[in-house]
């Protein structure tokens, strides 16, 4: 009995002791995997490191110029093609403005006749009326004048007893007739108009003055004259072709003057400053770039198509009368240019919970390290602490496995 419980014993120490050699073999294994973790790594270097971000835009002139037709007709001649540079006050294109041109001319004789009626209520009335007038005060004033004389002699021959009193009277009454009379054609001459007949009148003037302006402006619109010196850059009608009223006849606009209106998504406007330099291409000319600054940040976010973005006005440096209004470019602004940045791979940098940090190799083991960053683009970072120039950290494994915090590595180089 006591013989079997014996062999019992050893035959269960047996299996523990293959059970712990087991797990001791287990444990080698892993700990000799963890040795040999193959990585890629990199040094922390000092050098110049870029920022950009890149988006669509359009380009459109600072100076800009349209006509369009103000009222349905012919055009009956053009005088430039696309792509000339005009002086200003050329002329461009003509509609037929034969009808505009009589209109100018009713407008005209409306405008002549109302301001002799202004002139002629501002001054008591026309010349003619005014002439009138005056010999009517001059015949008056003679007839007072007699009468006077009248009146005098008719009161000595009364004191003599040759004149009868109804006689003197009648003198006096013929005097006094005169003056009334007189005292009526000064006040006729002096203000024959009140400020009903004077208001009136101006009213009728200023609408005259606007009826030519306007029928003279339709003259000059169906005459096209560049306003300023520029390039004519589109004309969508030909000679001889019927247009509607508010059709446009052409643009025009200096080439030399342009800027670009470029639409950033909302996540990268607040790296956007005023003054941040900018690279623009055309695919039409694509071995060829301009430049240019940022002039004005977004003030509020619109929708564009599935965007939401900020409209950016970038001025063109160097507009050389290449770009064309209304073309679609890319623009590359540049957030960030730090000379002398100590960086790493982007691939180095590691975040959790909003906190950064990195592997460093020292000793051929990890070492998790808080760093502080700033500028970034897609391929470095910025360390503003955390690193010394010179360090290694790793980038990543060769085999796909994870890395961690006291791992022993391998470098692959």
């Known amino acids: 009995m006591a ?53 669509n835009g359009k380009v459109e002139p600072l100076s800009s110029f ?11 001649a053009i005088y430039a093609h696309e792509g000339d540079k005009a002086t200003q006050g050329k002329l461009l294109l003509q509609m037929d403005d034969t009808d505009a041109l009589s209109k100018v001319a009713a407008a005209i004789a409306a405008l002549r006749g ?18 009138s007038l005056s010999g009517d005060l001059t015949k008056t004033e003679m007839d007072r004048d007699q009468a006077q004389h009248d009146v005098a002699a008719l009161e000595k021959l009364q004191a003599q007893g040759a004149a009868s009193p109804a006689e003197v009277a009648a003198a006096k009454g013929r005097l006094a007739a005169a003056n009334n009379s007189i005292a009526l054609l000064e006040k006729k001459k002096s203000g024959r108009y009140d400020s009903t007949d004077i208001a009136h009148a101006k009213a009728a003037l200023e609408d005259a003055q606007a009826g030519y302006a306007a029928a003279q402006q339709v003259v000059n619109q169906a005459n096209v004259k560049a306003p300023f010196a520029g390039t004519v850059y589109s004309i969508p009608v030909s000679k001889s072709e019927f247009v509607q009223v508010g059709d446009k006849l052409l643009a025009l606009a200096d080439l030399t003057k342009m800027r670009v209106r470029a639409y950033f998504d909302e996540p990268e406007i607040g790296k956007i400053r005023e003054g941040m330099p900018i690279v623009i291409r055309w695919d039409a000319i694509p071995d060829k770039e301009w430049h240019g600054h940022v002039e004005r940040v977004p003030s509020t976010i619109i929708a564009f198509g599935t965007r939401n973005v900020g409209q950016v006005l970038i001025s063109i440096d160097d507009a050389d009368g290449k770009l064309l ?12 240019d730090v000379a002398d940045a100590l960086n790493v791979p982007r691939d180095a940098l590691h975040t959790e919970q909003g906190k950064s940090y990195v592997y460093r190799v020292v000793n051929e083991k990890l070492h998790r390290t808080p760093v502080t960053v700033n500028a970034l683009n897609l391929t470095q970072v910025e360390i503003v602490s955390g690193l010394h120039e010179g360090d290694t950290v790793a980038l990543g494994t060769t085999n796909g496995q994870p890395i961690s915090d006291g791992a022993p590595v391998k470098i692959e180089r």
Do not use: C
Request: avoid cysteine.
């Open 3 to 55: 013989k079997a419980r014996t062999t019992t014993n050893r035959t269960k120490w047996i299996w523990i002791g293959a059970a712990v050699a087991v797990a001791l073999v287990f444990y080698l294994v892993h700990l000799a995997t963890r040795t040999t973790l193959p990585i890629r790594a990199a040094e922390v270097v000092r050098g110049s490191l870029k920022s950009t971000t890149s988006t």
């Open 66 to 76: 349209e006509a369009h037709a103000p009222f349905p007709g012919t055009v009956k």
């Open 114 to 131: 109302a301001q002799a009626s202004y002139d002629a209520t501002m001054k008591g009335g026309t010349p003619e009326e005014r002439l």
């Open 325 to 336: 209004p209304n073309t679609n470019v890319t623009v590359t602004v540049t957030t960030a």
